[in-house]
Structures are given as structure tokens and as C-alpha cells.
């Protein structure tokens, strides 16, 4: 659950002038500070296990299974990951149910939010109306605090100038030192980017999107582990009916419970590559679902 503040206090003059007299001595303004409504979002338990056989962890060959432990890990924060982002379970590619009042950050941006860049105008240009779309709705006061891409827009990125040509892109969020191709945070017009291949939402059984960057004002998006990723490993369980100590093998399960909220999804904007020719056709929705060419391509 989440709160938010509805009244921001403000500060005015004192005084009725400028000079000492006209300052110093006079009652201060008051202001206030107010919550909103209270906020709620439905937390997820996420969970894998993996059946191995005894003989493979006391042989342990080339260390793997000494790797299981990180690499079970690594797939509950892709799977978190793709459920904040996208709202889409990464073993079966289909919405996480009953998170319908959560969001995601790209899977609920409305359409006129979802843009595309192609290689004919300047990308500086192109990103540059989507900072717009957020920053010019006064009524909302959002602001743009930075970007999240997707490792393949890396170059694209790291290649573009602005009209005096300058790069618009250097390693660090500081703006220091030369393009590190391996870096996974930069800064594109002084503005944080982040790399994940969350971005577009292909991670294991999704389908995902073309999106490849996310812009906008990330304090929108809560999120939260409610406790932290566990390993167990099990040489009593039973599996899918299957008896762990009958058939000599150990079960190992890493499991935990995440929560994400995004607060106001017209507080971001995605960009899709578009292609050859095509210069203004709006990008496709989260769920769009397209497969991807090769099963390397994330």
C-alpha cells in the first residue's frame, strides 16, 4: 500500500519589502501537507524449481551445479522484472492474474504515449517529443527523471548528437568518461539511462514487444520485495507426484513475493524502432505479443 501527497506545501515572502526593516520581524506564511488516497497493490509469489539428480550434485561437473543457486535467482528477478514492466508471466507469455489494478509501466501506457524513431530524422529530435508528451502536461507536474533501453539500443544511443553535434550520450550518470559499450547505466542528455532487456519484454516465454526505450517520471512506479529471494533445497519433497527420495534426486526451489504499482501510466512514453520508410506509425501495444526473429534476440 501507498501514499501519495495531494498538497505540496509552498513557501511565499515574508515581510512586506525588501529592505531589513521591511523583512525581519514579520509573521512567516503558512503552507500545508496533505495525503491523497490510500493506494493498494496486490503482491505476486513468484517460484521455480529444479529437479536434480543426486549423482549431479555430488559430481558437481564443471561447477553447475554450484551455479544453480545464482541462476535460479537470476530467472525470479527476470520474472519480476517482465511482471513490473510488462504485466506478463515469463514462464508461459501470459498476464499475470490479479494485478489488473497494479499496472505495468509499458504494458499501460496509453497509445498516444507509444512513439517510434527511425533512422531518417534526428533520434536526439525524436526522444526529445516524447520528454514533451510528460513534462508539458502542467496539470500533472511530472517530471522526466530518466530512461530505462534495451541493451540493442545501445549503439543508437551512444551515436547520437545534437544539433551542434555533440554526443548526447556518454558512460555514467555523471556524464564522465568515453561510450563504455558494457556499461549498464549511461546518461543521454543528462538524464540516467538504464539498461534491461525488460524493456522489451522478450525474456523466457514472452513474446514481449519492439519497444526499446522508456522514458519518463519513474518516482510514478512503486515497487517492492515483501520478503527476499529464497533458495531451499529438498531431498525429501514430493514433485508433481514425484518423490524426491524414491528417485535419488534433490529439489532445489527459489521462490519470493514482489509488488509493483504504477501510480499514473501517462507518466511515461515508449519508443519502438520503426521500420524502413515508415516515419510516424504508432508503435504496437505491450501485448501485442510479436515473436521474435531469433531466440537470441531479447
Known amino acids: 500500500m501507498i501514499r501519495r501527497a495531494s498538497t505540496n506545501p509552498e513557501a511565499g515572502q515574508v515581510g512586506v519589502g525588501t529592505k531589513l526593516v521591511e523583512r525581519e520581524g514579520h509573521l512567516k506564511p503558512l503552507?500545508?501537507?496533505?495525503?491523497?488516497?490510500?493506494?493498494?497493490f496486490s503482491p505476486v509469489k513468484f517460484a521455480t524449481i529444479v529437479p536434480v539428480s543426486e549423482e549431479f550434485l555430488r559430481a558437481n561437473p564443471d561447477g553447475l551445479y554450484s551455479e544453480l543457486a545464482g541462476k535460479l535467482s537470476g530467472a525470479i528477478s527476470r520474472a519480476v522484472e517482465l511482471a513490473a514492466f510488462h504485466n506478463r508471466n515469463s514462464l508461459t507469455g501470459e498476464?499475470?492474474?490479479?494485478?489488473?489494478?497494479?499496472?505495468?509501466?509499458?504494458?499501460?501506457?496509453?497509445?498516444?504515449?507509444k512513439l517510434q524513431v527511425n533512422a531518417t530524422d534526428s533520434l536526439v529530435e525524436q526522444i526529445l517529443t516524447g520528454y514533451d508528451l510528460i513534462v508539458s502536461a502542467e496539470q500533472k507536474n511530472f517530471d522526466f527523471t530518466g530512461f530505462a533501453a534495451h541493451p540493442q539500443f545501445r549503439a543508437k544511443l551512444a551515436t547520437a548528437r545534437d544539433r551542434l553535434g555533440n554526443l548526447a550520450y556518454a558512460t555514467g550518470v555523471e556524464s564522465k568518461g568515453p561510450v563504455n559499450l558494457t556499461a549498464q547505466v549511461g546518461s543521454f542528455l543528462g538524464l540516467p539511462v538504464a539498461f534491461g532487456k525488460a524493456v522489451s519484454g522478450r525474456i523466457g516465454n514472452n513474446a514481449g514487444t519492439d519497444v526499446k526505450l522508456i522514458g519518463g517520471d519513474f518516482s510514478q512506479f512503486a515497487y517492492g520485495f515483501a520478503d527476499a529471494i529464497r533458495i531451499k533445497v529438498s531431498d525429501q519433497a514430493v514433485v508433481?507426484?514425484?518423490?524426491?527420495?524414491?528417485?535419488?534426486?534433490?529439489a532445489v526451489l527459489a521462490e519470493c513475493t514482489f509488488g509493483w504499482y504504477v501510480n499514473d501510466p501517462t507518466a511515461f512514453v515508449a519508443w519502438e524502432l520503426a521500420t524502413s520508410g515508415d516515419k510516424a506509425k504508432p508503435a504496437a501495444a505491450s501485448g501485442g505479443r510479436k515473436p521474435a526473429k531469433d531466440p537470441e534476440q531479447a
Not at 498476464?95 to 504515449?113: E, L
Open 31 to 40: 503552507s500545508g501537507f496533505a495525503y491523497g488516497e490510500e493506494r493498494t
Open 95 to 113: 498476464p499475470i492474474q490479479g494485478t489488473d489494478a497494479n499496472g505495468s509501466v509499458i504494458g499501460s501506457i496509453p497509445d498516444d504515449h
Open 240 to 250: 508433481r507426484g514425484v518423490s524426491m527420495w524414491e528417485t535419488n534426486q534433490v
